[in-house]
């Protein structure tokens, strides 16, 4: 695995992390504070859509693990239907949704970084053993 990819799976999880923060804190801070805003939403969603398609995808090709695809996928319909449908109707959903959608996001960063450890391990096995 590069480390160029093993970084973007740690910006992710990083990102992720903000996403589900955000979506818990701002209903208390947004007494206090006017930062949280639509806008900061979107881009934490954007931001992590772009960086777990480009660490997720390269390393799929590498350990050919569907398990980070699909829950990446799942966290991001979460978090864009929540927003796009959900988000001024029924608020308490909308951050449930968000809240689940980023832990999955983070999660598939995680089962990512694990399944590049162990494509790299069996790999160097695989040498070790046919030299």
Sequence with gaps: MSFK???LDYVGIILSS???VHCIAAPVLMIYLAV?????E???MISAAAVGVF???PSYQ???RVKPILLFCFGLVLLFSSHMIFHDEQEELS???IACGALAVAFAHLFNIKSCRCSFCHTQSE???SS
């Design 62 to 64: 590498r350990h050919r």
């Design 55 to 57: 660490s997720l995808l």
């Design 95 to 97: 951050l449930l949704l």
């Design 36 to 40: 949280f805003s639509e806008t900061t």
């Design 42 to 44: 979107l881009i934490l």
């Design 18 to 20: 903000c996403c589900f």
């Design 127 to 129: 040498n070790v053993v």
């Design 5 to 7: 990819g093993n970084i």
